[in-house]
């Protein structure tokens, strides 16, 4: 009662009086109370019952009790006050310099990023490791590895789980930044011939997908150190990867990416439900405490507490902020009306796509008309790229039918003059059918292009031809080429079309706009006039928002009723 009448009080200089034991009356200042007792009733935790004694608190709230320090003194145990005021303020974990064996030179940011790496397996956390893409994640983490072998900790190998795109970029980061380090490449229908080597290795790298097939074996090993990279690979906590990463026994745990959400609330949870387990506490209660009131209501009081909980094990520096010595990125919109049949074709789609939604909602409901949204949203985006997304058929000559495409029209309108001019061209789209519709305009016009998409089989022989200089345009998948890839050989980004995530076409962006461009970026979106893409790209801003506040990142999309209004309707 005493606790809920103080919080509940909307009076600013009162006293209270406190009774301390049967003899003793205190008074108090009844702000300064009000303050411990908020914290408190944050720190508590369900899963520990309150009575008399010591009260419980997680390792992982240690943040939060230095961040009262004003109020009250941590006295005990020295040592574990002062992890908990490195917690609270990062600027106080020493920045750490090149491990022997290391053949780079690490810049300042990266030392402090390898000191933070180094603080918290001292301190036994987990964490995220979020930097711009391009700014050395990879690097970082192969010092924090090569640091634990040199102090001899590393009697355990050490295990990377990537995308399959990744995999054979570890290696050779590996080999060049870390020759000391022993590598296992955990790949191909043969590999578990080589799981006996496993307890030899120093680095041990596998996949996703490999390894949710061979959990049974390598739950049986222990690691020191299990890193995710492109960790938002786990944001769904039942897919079988997810679930797999869950059962690896390790000492010590680490997520890597460049986007931590990039559609809701709930990705983060569950890569922290990997890390640190309780920290956000169960999915249930997470949603209840945190994701509906944040992302339904907007509650900024909720969003400051779920950022101060996160945020000390929570690493994210942008390329504006530690690279200056980048050069611009000049970031260009062109829109293009639809007219003619694509016009047509678009306003028809867009009615019927609208019907069939709202007779899906009503009949289903939002989660369970989800396939039927999702299917008339990217339907209606097809028409705005190139209506023979839609469809597939051919003249009698067996060639592909050629209607208007206001925007592949612009295309071939810009392209031409940036290769003259000597431009090195990155073009993304998510349909690789559109890919091949461009790389049709590009033949009949005599530009030289190369091409990386999921069925690409030698992805680093097509790199290496673009980086050499052996065609001005790439076309490039944004799924298969938004991680993973290095072309500070390109100049100029462009996105045919956009993408729920912004943060996802930033990755796609960061392939040129890297460490060791030393030429001005132009990144340029097309988008068609009063479309479905118009309405994506102001979403994204409403959106974007959000994460922000809470972690400095990219926006997420996740769609509700009214904003499918938007989406489909004719306004």
Known sequence: MLVQSVLDSPE???????AVDDRRLVAVDRPRLKVVLEALVELSDPQFRLGPGPMRVRRGRLADLARLAPLWALSGD????????????????????????????????????????????????????????????????????????NAGRLDRPALVVAPTSLMFNWRAEAHRFAPELKVLLLHGPRRRGDFQWIADSDLVLTTYPLLARDIDWLEQERWHLVILDEAQAVKNPRTRAARAVRRLQTRHRLCLTGTPMENHLGELWSQFDF??????????????????PIEQFGSSERR???????????????????APELPAKTEIVRSVPLTGSQYRLYQSLREEMRERVRSALQA??????????????????????DPRLLDSTTDRSGRA???????????MDLLPEMVIEGRRILLFSQFVRMLELIEQELVRRGIGFVKLTGRTRDRQKVIEAFQRGDAPVFLISLRAGGVGLNLTAADTVIHYDPWWNPA?????????????????????????????????????????????????DGGAMDLGPEELELLLGSG
């Open 12 to 18: 600013s200089g009162a006293e209270i009086v406190v």
């Open 304 to 322: 400051a507490m779920l950022a101060r909980r996160v945020r000390p094990f929570f690493l994210r520096r942008t390329k504006a902020e530690v």
């Open 401 to 411: 039918s050629a209607p208007e495409s206001a925007k592949l029209e612009l295309l």
């Open 78 to 149: 020295p040592e574990l006050a002062e992890v908990a005021h490195r917690l609270d303020q990062p600027s106080l974990v020493e920045p750490l310099r090149e491990p022997p064996g290391l053949q780079a030179v690490l810049r300042d940011y990266q030392r402090q990023g390898l000191g933070w790496l180094q603080f918290l397996r001292e301190a036994g956390f987990g964490g995220i490791l979020a930097d711009d893409m391009g700014l050395g994640k990879t690097v970082q983490t192969l010092a924090h590895v090569l640091t634990e072998k």
């Open 364 to 385: 289903q409901g939002v989660e369970r008309g989800r396939m039927v949204i999702l299917d008339a949203l990217l339907r209606l985006r097809q028409a705005c790229c």
């Open 504 to 552: 996802v076409e930033d990755q796609a962006t960061d392939r040129a706009h890297r460490i060791g461009q030393d030429r001005k970026v132009f990144v340029y979106r097309l988008l068609t006039e009063g479309t479905i893409e118009e309405r994506v790209q102001r979403l994204q801003a409403s959106k974007r928002e959000l994460i922000d506040g809470l972690l400095g």
């Open 275 to 292: 890390l640190m387990p309780g920290l956000l506490g169960a999915e249930r209660a997470f949603r209840a405490q945190f994701r509906q």
